[in-house]
C-alpha cells in the first residue's frame, strides 16, 4: 500500500516485505474483510498483534439464538428472523464484530435443509434471515464458524509470506534426483539462486529453488506437503476442533404450513445465464434430498451416474460412452495442485487456460472451470492472475464456438479441517466467489456460475470434498441448465 494514501488511515504502517509481487494491496485489502461486495467492512489491522487468550474469543456453547417477532406459525415463502449474540468463554457477551457466523434450517424427517445468510452488526450481535420453502417443522440453527482472531493469523501467515502448504519440483537425469521447493513467488526461504518456471508453466507465476548439480529444464515432476504452521501454541488453538464451526448450543424449532413446497415454473434450461451469477440466498433447497432452485424447476429427471469412479485421479483422463456419443474429460488445473503423498508427471498439471485454447472451432463441448482449494494455500492475487487468464481464453472460445456451453463451479463448504489447515471456507469461499464474479463480469450473460455454497452449507457437508449425495445434485443441477428433458 502506497504512502500517500488519503481516503484511509490505519493505525500503524505495515512494513511491505519482499514478497510484495505475491502479496499485494488487494491481499491487504480482501484478507482484513475490507472489501465485500464492492464496499469496506472491517479492518482486522485494528487489532494489531494482541496477546491470544482462548477463552476470550467467541464460544458458540454460551452463545445465545433467538428469534425476533416471534408468529405462532409460519407460511412457505415467510422470512424467519433471528438474533444471534456472541458470548466468550468467560460467558461475557462480545463488544465487537469481525466473527463468521453461519444461519441454517432444516428437518430431517423431510431430507430438507436451506441456509440463511447472517447481518455483521460489528458489536457482538448478529441477524439471521432464512426463508422457509417448504412445510413441516423446521428447525433454526447456528453456528460460529471462525473467530475473528483467527482470521487475524491467517492474514499474518500469509502476510509474512509463510507457507501454509509446499510444493516441490523433482529434477531429474536418468538415476540422478534433486528435489527443490517451489512456490508462485522467486523469494523461496533457503534458496540464493532459483528457477523462474514461468513459461514452462504456461506463462503463470511459478519459480522453484535451483538444483545444485542438475539444470532447471531438467524439472520433470512436482508434489505436497503441510509443513508445521509458523504460529505461537496459543495462536494454533484458535484452529483446533472445539474452536471452529461451533454450533450453538441453542436451537428454535417452529411450525410452517402451506399446502406445497416452493416451486418456480421456468425450466432451469430456459433461464438467461446471467441469472445464475445474480442469485441472492437461498439459492435452493433440499427436499427429499433432491436439489430444488429457487430460480428455475430442474425437469431433468434423476438419472445421474457415478462418473467419477471411472476417473483415476489426478491424472487427466477420459471416460467414453459409445452407446450414447458421448466423452467426459478431466483434468486438474496448473500449480499450485497439492497432491500430497505422491510426485505427479507435469503433463498432469495442464493449465486451464490451455484446456481451453485447445478447444476446436465450432464445438459444442460443455466445459466446466473449477479454481478453489488448493489456492486457498495463497494469497488471492494469485488466484486473481490465474482467473483472469482463464476470462480471456474463455472469451476467444465464445468467439470461435457460440455454441460451447461455459460453467463456472465456484467454492463449497466443508466442517472437517484436518487435512486442509487453514482452508476455513466461510473465509475462503467468500473472497472465491468475489473474485470469480469480478473478473468473469463482461460475460455473465454467456456463461453459467454453479453456485454450491447454499447446497453444501445447508446439508451440514463435512468432507473437504463433496459426499455423493452432494456430487449427484450437483451433476443434475448442471445438466438441467442444458437438457430440456
Same mark, same amino acid.
Given at each position: 500500500?502506497?504512502?500517500?494514501?488519503?481516503?484511509?488511515?490505519?493505525?500503524?504502517?505495515?512494513?511491505? %516485505?519482499?514478497?510484495?509481487?505475491?502479496?499485494?494491496?488487494?491481499?491487504?485489502?480482501?484478507?482484513?474483510?475490507?472489501?465485500?461486495?464492492?464496499?469496506?467492512?472491517?479492518?482486522?489491522?485494528?487489532? /494489531?498483534?494482541?496477546?491470544?487468550?482462548?477463552?476470550?474469543?467467541?464460544?458458540?456453547?454460551?452463545?445465545?439464538?433467538?428469534?425476533?417477532?416471534?408468529?405462532? #406459525?409460519?407460511?412457505?415463502?415467510?422470512?424467519?428472523? =433471528?438474533?444471534?449474540?456472541?458470548?466468550?468463554?468467560?460467558?461475557?457477551?462480545?463488544?465487537? /464484530?469481525?466473527?463468521?457466523?453461519?444461519?441454517?434450517?432444516?428437518?430431517?424427517?423431510?431430507?430438507?435443509?436451506? &441456509?440463511? #445468510?447472517?447481518?455483521?452488526?460489528?458489536?457482538?450481535?448478529?441477524?439471521?434471515?432464512?426463508?422457509?420453502?417448504?412445510?413441516?417443522?423446521?428447525?433454526? %440453527?447456528?453456528?460460529?464458524?471462525?473467530?475473528?482472531?483467527?482470521?487475524? =493469523?491467517?492474514?499474518?501467515?500469509?502476510?509474512?509470506? !509463510?507457507?501454509?502448504?509446499?510444493?516441490?519440483?523433482?529434477?531429474?537425469?536418468?538415476?540422478?534426483?534433486? &528435489?527443490?521447493?517451489?512456490?508462485?513467488?522467486?523469494?523461496?526461504?533457503?534458496?540464493?539462486?532459483?528457477?523462474?518456471?514461468?513459461?514452462?508453466?504456461?506463462?503463470?507465476?511459478?519459480?522453484?529453488?535451483?538444483?545444485?548439480?542438475?539444470?532447471?529444464?531438467?524439472?520433470? +515432476?512436482?508434489?505436497?506437503?503441510?509443513?508445521?504452521?509458523?504460529?505461537?501454541?496459543?495462536?494454533?488453538?484458535?484452529?483446533?476442533?472445539?474452536?471452529?464451526? *461451533?454450533?450453538?448450543?441453542? #436451537?428454535?424449532?417452529?411450525?410452517?404450513?402451506?399446502?406445497?413446497?416452493?416451486?418456480?415454473?421456468?425450466?432451469?434450461? *430456459?433461464?438467461?445465464?446471467?441469472?445464475?451469477?445474480?442469485?441472492?440466498?437461498?439459492?435452493?433447497?433440499?427436499?427429499?434430498?433432491?436439489?430444488?432452485?429457487?430460480?428455475?424447476?430442474?425437469?431433468?429427471?434423476?438419472?445421474?451416474?457415478?462418473?467419477?469412479?471411472?476417473?483415476?485421479?489426478?491424472?487427466?483422463?477420459?471416460?467414453?460412452?459409445?452407446?450414447?456419443?458421448?466423452?467426459?474429460?478431466? /483434468?486438474?488445473?496448473?500449480?499450485?495442485?497439492?497432491?500430497?503423498?505422491?510426485?505427479?508427471? %507435469?503433463?498432469?498439471?495442464?493449465?486451464?487456460?490451455? #484446456?481451453?485454447?485447445?478447444?476446436?472451432?465450432?464445438?459444442?463441448?460443455?466445459?466446466?472451470?473449477?479454481?478453489?482449494?488448493?489456492?486457498?494455500?495463497?494469497?488471492?492475487?494469485?488466484?486473481?492472475?490465474?482467473?483472469?487468464?482463464?476470462?480471456?481464453?474463455?472469451?476467444?472460445?465464445?468467439? +470461435?464456438?457460440?455454441?460451447?456451453?461455459?460453467?463456472?463451479?465456484?467454492?463449497?463448504?466443508?466442517?472437517?479441517?484436518?487435512?486442509?489447515?487453514?482452508?476455513?471456507?466461510?473465509?475462503? /469461499?467468500?473472497? !472465491?466467489?468475489?473474485?470469480?464474479?469480478?473478473?468473469?463480469?463482461?460475460?455473465?450473460?454467456?456463461?453459467?456460475?454453479?453456485?454450491?455454497?447454499? &447446497?453444501? =452449507?445447508?446439508?451440514?457437508?463435512?468432507?473437504?470434498?463433496?459426499?455423493?449425495?452432494?456430487?449427484?445434485?450437483?451433476? *443434475?443441477?448442471?445438466?438441467?441448465?442444458?437438457?430440456?428433458?
Amino acid at each position: 500500500m502506497s504512502t500517500d494514501d488519503t481516503d484511509v488511515v490505519f493505525p500503524e504502517r505495515l512494513q511491505r %516485505l519482499k514478497h510484495e509481487d505475491l502479496f499485494t494491496e488487494f491481499d491487504d485489502n480482501v484478507l482484513n474483510g475490507l472489501y465485500e461486495d464492492g464496499e469496506y467492512v472491517i479492518d482486522y489491522r485494528f487489532d /494489531g498483534d494482541r496477546s491470544i487468550n482462548e477463552l476470550a474469543i467467541a464460544n458458540a456453547s454460551y452463545s445465545g439464538l433467538k428469534l425476533v417477532n416471534p408468529k405462532p #406459525y409460519y407460511k412457505v415463502g415467510d422470512v424467519i428472523l =433471528v438474533s444471534v449474540e456472541l458470548l466468550n468463554g468467560y460467558n461475557k457477551r462480545l463488544l465487537r /464484530g469481525g466473527d463468521r457466523v453461519r444461519v441454517w434450517i432444516k428437518e430431517v424427517r423431510q431430507g430438507a435443509c436451506a &441456509m440463511g #445468510y447472517v447481518v455483521d452488526h460489528r458489536n457482538g450481535s448478529y441477524s439471521g434471515f432464512v426463508r422457509v420453502l417448504w412445510p413441516g417443522r423446521v428447525e433454526v %440453527l447456528a453456528a460460529v464458524v471462525l473467530s475473528r482472531e483467527a482470521v487475524r =493469523v491467517l492474514y499474518k501467515i500469509h502476510r509474512e509470506g !509463510h507457507l501454509v502448504r509446499q510444493l516441490f519440483a523433482i529434477f531429474q537425469r536418468r538415476f540422478m534426483y534433486e &528435489m527443490t521447493l517451489c512456490g508462485p513467488s522467486p523469494f523461496l526461504a533457503g534458496y540464493s539462486r532459483v528457477c523462474n518456471l514461468t513459461r514452462r508453466h504456461y506463462g503463470l507465476p511459478w519459480y522453484c529453488g535451483h538444483p545444485e548439480v542438475l539444470t532447471c529444464a531438467e524439472w520433470t +515432476r512436482i508434489g505436497g506437503s503441510q509443513p508445521p504452521w509458523p504460529m505461537l501454541e496459543e495462536e494454533r488453538k484458535l484452529f483446533e476442533r472445539h474452536n471452529v464451526q *461451533q454450533n450453538v448450543r441453542s #436451537y428454535i424449532t417452529t411450525e410452517v404450513h402451506g399446502r406445497d413446497p416452493f416451486t418456480v415454473q421456468t425450466p432451469c434450461n *430456459q433461464i438467461p445465464a446471467l441469472v445464475t451469477w445474480r442469485q441472492t440466498p437461498p439459492v435452493g433447497y433440499f427436499l427429499n434430498w433432491k436439489w430444488r432452485s429457487t430460480a428455475c424447476t430442474n425437469t431433468l429427471p434423476d438419472t445421474v451416474r457415478s462418473w467419477d469412479l471411472c476417473l483415476p485421479w489426478p491424472l487427466p483422463s477420459t471416460l467414453y460412452n459409445s452407446a450414447y456419443n458421448y466423452a467426459v474429460f478431466w /483434468g486438474s488445473h496448473e500449480l499450485p495442485f497439492t497432491n500430497s503423498g505422491e510426485f505427479t508427471p %507435469l503433463e498432469a498439471h495442464k493449465a486451464t487456460h490451455v #484446456y481451453i485454447d485447445e478447444l476446436p472451432r465450432g464445438n459444442r463441448d460443455i466445459v466446466i472451470i473449477h479454481f478453489y482449494l488448493h489456492f486457498t494455500a495463497y494469497p488471492p492475487t494469485l488466484l486473481r492472475t490465474h482467473v483472469r487468464r482463464t476470462v480471456q481464453s474463455v472469451k476467444a472460445l465464445l468467439k +470461435r464456438a457460440p455454441q460451447a456451453k461455459v460453467f463456472v463451479k465456484g467454492p463449497h463448504s466443508f466442517r472437517i479441517t484436518t487435512y486442509a489447515r487453514g482452508v476455513i471456507e466461510d473465509y475462503w /469461499g467468500t473472497i !472465491h466467489q468475489q473474485i470469480l464474479k469480478k473478473e468473469f463480469e463482461e460475460i455473465q450473460d454467456k456463461i453459467y456460475y454453479l453456485d454450491f455454497w447454499d &447446497m453444501s =452449507v445447508a446439508s451440514e457437508n463435512n468432507d473437504v470434498h463433496p459426499n455423493m449425495t452432494l456430487v449427484g445434485q450437483m451433476w *443434475q443441477t448442471l445438466l438441467g441448465y442444458i437438457c430440456p428433458n
